[in-house]
Nanobody, 114 residues
């Protein structure tokens, strides 16, 4: 059974930084494209950043230049480095590699507030 687990969220002031981590069980993680998503209260889940198994990346316009997605295949982990955080980045962040509903983790809460 495939299962994703996110960690690293927290409360941070505007302009601050956080690094989120994503791990997966049940798959050879490094073979898959992995995407970070986020969902703010009352809003639909949105794509934040994607990294392919070859290391190519793609970002939502709202986070370009501030967020960096990367992967450490030796640690079976995908990261999301978030810098210059804004209040509008407040959301629950999830990761997935295109698997079904049962694979989604609980997410990690990011709150940007002074």
């Amino acid at each position: 059974q495939v299962q994703f687990v996110e960690s690293g969220g927290g409360l941070v002031q505007p302009g601050g930084s956080l690094r989120l981590s994503c791990t997966a069980s049940g798959i050879i993680f490094k073979l898959y494209t992995t995407t970070w998503y986020r969902q703010a209260p009352g809003k639909q889940r949105e794509l934040v950043a994607t990294i392919t198994n070859g290391g190519s990346t793609n970002y939502a316009d709202s986070v370009k230049g501030r967020f960096t997605i990367s992967r450490d295949n030796a640690k079976n982990t995908v990261y999301l480095q978030m810098n210059n955080l804004k209040p509008e980045d407040t959301a629950v962040y999830y990761c997935n590699s295109g698997f079904g509903p049962s694979s989604w983790g609980q997410g990690t809460q990011v709150t940007v507030s002074s």
